[in-house]
């Protein structure tokens, strides 16, 4: 009778659909602001910068860097 809950519970663990990692708002620790290379620097004016990096990263900073809007995967 063990043998057969053994293997009944691995069968049932093997046909279940585990979605742990679904749907995560992932948030860099470390390096801040993040970790992808940028390629690409412009700032328009004293206040308003843009970058693109790796993995189609595009940032955004309207005060001078002390904030900064993130997209990754940018063009998706």
Known sequence: ???VSVILF???SLCLNIY???NQSW????PQ?????????????SN???????????MK???AGASWY???NTGN
């Not at 948030?27 to 470390?30: F, I, M, N, R, T």
């Not at 308003?48 to 595009?58: E, K, M, S």
Request: net charge positive.
């Open 61 to 63: 900073t309207t005060n």
């Open 10 to 12: 691995i069968f049932c």
């Open 27 to 30: 948030k860099w620790l470390h």
């Open 33 to 45: 602001p993040q970790g992808n290379a940028i390629n690409w620097f412009k700032a328009w004016d």
């Open 48 to 58: 308003n910068w843009y970058a693109l990096g790796n993995a189609r990263t595009f």
């Open 70 to 72: 993130f997209h990754h």
């Open 20 to 22: 742990s990692q679904e």
């Open 1 to 3: 009778m063990k043998k």
